[in-house]
């Protein structure tokens, strides 16, 4: 991407998407801009036209400039005509100006060097930019083209990897790639996933884990089934959800392309200007004051301004996602250097969303075995991870083969469930719905209060009149969380835990992540009205969570963070800005560190681009710029604002 193609811009992932018009395709068609043989060409033949001009060869100096920019190529220059002819005044358009009105006044030397100069601008740029954008893809590689298939008769097939069906048994030896999503059905062994989530550590894996494609195994034999198609792996997730954003415009992108699209115009006229004014005000001769007004279009050339925003962008991008932080688009990746203040979800985010059932117990002397069995009933037929554990806790304990006859099962958010077992209605619930059937005593809240300090999740089973079971639940928190909230404050943003579950649990797990603002026992609306709240009194508000539940307040927030892995739900994945791959929250103060990074050197690029342009713009001015001049001044720096993007692929590299 670069000066031919960026004006009026509005397509950063495609090159034939940039350009003024007619333009489109003119600049970054592989198929009209020369190789380097033929530019490499173009430049030797230039200079012999310079060097013929300096020792008034005319009409071979004229040949040769012919022939310099033919080898440049007439893409450009065909695009600028038409663009001329629709009214559409772009950088081709400059460039046909230009090199017309050079030969046109005998600089034909000028002409020649100035296409050749530019076509190489336009090739370097190219590949720089599709070095950045073309990064991301390389990941895809990591997974391999074929699979070892094992059969049922025990023998072993290496197969395509798009010729195997979800459901087939894979084997994956040590030191092998994984070659698709799949779960551990055999096996033992630590895995490295660091191309996928960005975890430094190598996970150990076992029978029901989950494995990802492009993924290395390090130790023992492991077998697995293939969980997702080749297209589907979140290994292609990623690259797909990558490109899309690299689609979405960030605000300063947004703002440079408005900003050239209302400056190639003016230049336009300041050039005219310059031309018919100079002669009669400065006392120029006409011969200078048009070239110098050729020289002019030239310099205005805004390519490395508008090339400097989606390098950047995308860089940084790339540099997120493999250190497992999915940053859907420009936009997210600036806004999160605004963040004042970030909330975050108790379980699943904090916590490992884990929970295991510690202790429980029957209020009812007696009654132990059949609230285990009413209890299990509702718990296994929800998808809440207090309720999964305590469904697990119970099987340990009951006769296997059980029965789940529990009809009109029902969610009832921030509360619980419930349903009909033979024939009565039961809820499996937190103590808000406990005392909104007005069924909680002094003794009862006593007792959830003893467990609630301990930093223990407290459900209930109750039926209409009668609170039948208790059920007591921990949820360790994360190894990174307590760093994750050190780093938090490091950046200056406050941390608050917003949760659903009681009051006293929230805040014992808040004060060992070291949180000291936590609030519980909110529903999803509760949650909704603190954000908003926050964002008027504090600022910029981020969300962190995990589950459905949570999917309006990352909706709300300015910038929502989804844990991505095992515990994540789809929902709060699709609609959260950023998605943490690895669940490590640490990589929240990651994604601001590199959103002020990004926005750094957006602006640094964004200075320099203009900052040279005013330097030539003076020496037109003053009657001191050659075209030739502008174009390796435009040229340098368009390099310069790219390989300081670039910069960005290894942000965080150790």
């Known amino acids: 991407m670069g000066c031919g193609a960026c004006c009026g811009s509005s397509a950063p992932s495609s090159s034939h998407a940039h350009g003024d018009g007619d333009d489109a395709h003119a600049g970054h068609d592989h198929g009209v801009l020369p190789g380097w043989p033929r530019i490499y060409a173009a430049l030797a033949v230039a200079l012999g036209a310079e060097i013929c001009h300096w020792y008034e060869l005319q009409y071979v100096g004229m040949a040769l400039a012919v022939v310099a920019i033919l080898l440049s190529g007439l893409g450009v220059y065909k695009a600028g005509i038409r663009s001329l002819l629709n009214l559409k005044l772009g950088i081709h358009a400059l460039m046909a100006v230009a090199v017309t009105g050079a030969f046109l006044i005998g600089q034909w030397p000028e002409a020649a060097m100035v296409m050749a100069l530019y076509a190489a601008a336009e090739r370097i740029e190219d590949q720089a930019m599709d070095k950045a954008r073309n990064a991301i893809r390389s990941l895809l590689h990591l997974a391999p083209e074929t699979a070892d298939v094992l059969h049922t008769d025990g023998s072993v097939q290496k197969t395509p990897v798009d010729q195997v069906r979800v459901g087939t048994t894979v084997r994956i030896a040590p030191g092998a790639r994984v070659p698709l999503d799949g779960t551990v059905t055999q096996g033992e062994s630590a895995v490295d996933q660091a191309p996928i989530t960005g975890e430094s550590q190598h996970a150990d894996k076992t029978v029901g884990d989950e494995l990802y494609a492009g993924s290395v195994n390090q130790q023992g034999e492991l077998q697995m089934q293939v969980t997702a198609p080749p297209g589907d792996t979140l290994l292609a997730r990623i690259v797909h959800a990558v490109e899309q954003a690299q689609a979405s415009r960030a605000p300063t992108q947004r703002f440079v392309d408005r900003f050239a699209q209302v400056y190639t115009p003016i230049i336009f006229v300041l050039a005219i200007l310059l031309a018919v004014l100079a002669p009669l005000v400065a006392g120029w001769t006409w011969h200078q004051s048009i070239y110098q007004a050729l020289a002019l279009l030239v310099i205005a050339c805004p390519c490395a301004l508008v090339i400097s925003t989606p390098v950047t962008v995308v860089s940084a991008l790339t540099a997120a996602a493999k250190r497992g932080i999915l940053i859907k688009g420009g936009s997210a990746l600036e806004q999160a250097r605004n963040i004042k203040v970030i909330a975050l979800d108790k379980t699943g985010t904090l916590t490992t969303g884990s929970p295991t059932l510690v202790r429980w117990r029957a209020l009812a002397a007696g009654d132990d075995a059949d609230a285990a069995h009413v209890a299990w009933q509702l718990a296994s037929r929800s998808d809440h991870p207090v309720s999964r554990a305590i469904a697990a806790g119970l099987a340990k304990t009951l006769p296997a083969q059980l029965e789940n006859t529990v009809q009109d099962l029902q969610a009832l958010p921030g509360r619980g469930v419930e349903g009909k077992v033979n024939g009565t209605r039961y809820v499996l619930a937190n103590l808000r719905m406990i005392r909104e059937m007005e069924l909680a005593n002094a003794e009862l809240e006593a007792l959830l209060t003893e467990h609630e300090n301990q930093g223990r999740t407290v459900t209930l089973l109750a039926e209409e009149h009668t609170v039948r079971a208790l059920f007591a639940v921990a949820d ?26 009681n009051t006293a649990t929230v805040k014992a797990v808040a ?18 009205q603190l954000l908003a709240e926050f964002q008027k009194t504090k600022g910029p508000t981020a969300m962190t969570g995990d589950g459905i539940n949570d999917a309006p307040a990352l909706a709300k927030a300015d910038v929502g963070f989804a844990m991505g892995g095992a515990h994540s739900t789809g929902m709060a994945m699709e609609t959260a800005a950023v998605v943490l791959m690895n669940d490590d929250l640490r990589r929240i103060p990651d994604t601001i560190r590199l959103s002020r990074s990004a926005h750094r050197i957006l602006w640094q690029n964004i200075t320099l681009a203009l900052g040279i342009k005013l330097v030539f713009f003076a020496l037109a001015l003053t009657g001191n710029a050659t075209m030739w001049m502008a174009v390796v001044a435009d040229m340098g720096v368009s390099l310069l604002v790219v390989a300081n993007g670039l910069r960005l692929r290894g942000w965080g590299a150790p």
């Open 476 to 501: 360790p928190l994360r190894a990174t969380s307590r760093e994750a909230v050190e780093q938090l404050k490091a950046v200056g943003v406050e941390a608050i835990v917003l949760s659903g579950d």
């Open 511 to 528: 004060t060992e992540a070291g949180i000291d603002d936590a609030r519980g026992n909110l529903l999803p609306e509760d949650k909704l």
